[in-house]
Structure formats: structure tokens, C-alpha cells
């Protein structure tokens, strides 16, 4: 029987997309007068601000276990400081749009964590070839043409794209840690302190980097719109759907915002950074599309597979 998903479920997953792919063109804007340190560290900050207040005026109790604090921290730092902090290094190199591509790979990368450190996901002949064709997709969207590409200038660019790769990792092992061990804690919660423990990660890294770079405070004011959103949108309430959705229908549902994010993530780059996307990219997009679209379809299930 395939999966049953409540309905509205697909909607957040929807509204999801949309504020997560406007937050690769929000970090675009906001380098232009922030480092990607303060950047992440600030979207941290801000974002943890806003959630203490919201669960100070709900006045919300929430038991804390050693166990409990631990995992709030981990999914705090892998699933938040550090995918902000690589997303928003990557894009001093690349479009706001190629950065939301890549994260099409989380689907895949669910896949294979999902057989390893869940029980309901097996892992099938389909799935391994899902895999394949998405990885294929990768090196389409890398734009990788010959050994040269990786010994040149270019270099920065494909290290770039690499770290976007990890910040999906750990935002997909972070769902999986959430799913499995905190499936008893509201994801209001898990958002709560989950960001806030990573603001508290990142701010040693914010204040050595105030000491190191000579700020003059003379901000462009899109700049820090652009963080402010940054903050409150895509981390404070997108994270609070992400949670929300994860604990209802599982991280594999959740993977499915890669099926959108880049979708919104050109559009968004698109309309209001003027950016272009070529033919391999889209291609690339394609293809990895394709390979989450044969790793989680239900009906493909119609065709033997042979666990590997």
C-alpha cells in the first residue's frame, strides 16, 4: 500500500519551498556588505531571538534530558550553523540559483542515510540506480569538461558546489536524527533550541570575525533586509514547518522540497538578481530529479527489485 501523507502536509511542503528557495537569494544580497560567517552566525542569532520569544509568550514547558540536550546541540550544529555557514560561503563564488540545484541531492542522500540509520527504508536495485542517475546530474550542474576545470581557476567553483553538497548532508542528517530520536518533542521545540544552540555554536566564530575584518557599519540597507528576512523566514518559521513535517510524515516526505527548492530557487534568482541558467544546468537539474523521482515513487515498485 502506497504511503498515505496528510494533505496539509503537502501544502507546507509547498510554502517550504518557496521561503527556503528565496533564502539562496537572500544570501546573495546579504554578502554584499556581510561576511558568510555573519551571515550565518546573524541568521542564527536573529532567528533563535524571534522562536525564545514566541515560546517565552505560548509559555511552553519543556523537559530537558541530558540525551535531549546533546541531539538539540548536534542537529543545532550540523543541521544549522554549518550548511549556513557553507551555503553562504558558496555563494561568494556561484548564483544564488546554482546553490539551490544542488540541494536537489538531499533527496538522494536521504536514501542512502535512510538504509543505514533508519529501519523502514530498504535499500533496492532502483534506489541504487536513482542514485547513479542523480549523481550524473551533479557532475552536469558541476559543468565539469575536462581535468583542466579542476586544476585552474575554476577550482573555487567546484569546491563551492562540493560544499553545498555537504550542507545538504547535514541538513538531511539532521532530519534523520530529529525522526528517530526526537519524535517525542514537539517541533516547535526542536526548532526553538535546535537554533538556538547553534547561535550559541556560531558565536565565537561571529566575534573573531567582527575582530578580523574592518567594519565600517555603513550598510546598504537591502543588506541587512536581506539578514533580517534570512532570520525569521527561511530558519525561524521555514524550520518550524521543516520539524512539523518531518515528525508527521517522516524525513524521506520532507526530502520531497527538492523536488521545488531549486524550481524556486531560478525563479527567485531569476526575477530578482537577473541571473541565467544554462542548458547543462537544467539538464543537471533534470536528471537529478529524475533520480529521486525513481528512488521514491511509489509505483516503480510495480518492477522486481532485488535489495541490495
Known sequence: MPTKYPVNNFILLIILSAIWGSAFFAIKVGLNDFSPTSVASLRLIIASIFLLLLFYIQKKDMIFTKEVIFLLIIIGIIGNFIPFYLISWAEQFIPSSTAGMLMAIGPIITLVMSHFLTKNEKFSLMKFISIIIGLIGVFFIFNINSLNNILNNSSIDI????????????????????????????SFSITTFATTFGAIFSLPF????????????????????????????????????????????????????????????????????????????LIGIFLILLGVYLGQNKLMSKIPEKNI
Do not use: C, H
Open 159 to 186: 569546491l563551492a558546489k562540493l560544499l553545498v553538497i555537504l550542507a545538504a548532508f547535514g541538513y538531511m542528517l539532521s532530519n534523520i536524527i530529529a525522526y528517530e530520536k526526537l519524535n517525542n518533542i514537539d
Open 206 to 281: 561571529f566575534v573573531y570575525d567582527l575582530s578580523i575584518n574592518d567594519f565600517n557599519y555603513d550598510f546598504e540597507i537591502n543588506s541587512v533586509y536581506a539578514i533580517i528576512y534570512l532570520g525569521i523566514f527561511p530558519t525561524a518559521i521555514a524550520f518550524q514547518f521543516r520539524y512539523y513535517i518531518t515528525k508527521t510524515s517522516g524525513p524521506v516526505f520532507l526530502s520531497y522540497v527538492a523536488y521545488l527548492i531549486p524550481v524556486f530557487a531560478v525563479i527567485w534568482g531569476y526575477i530578482l538578481l537577473s541571473e541565467k541558467i544554462g542548458l547543462q544546468s
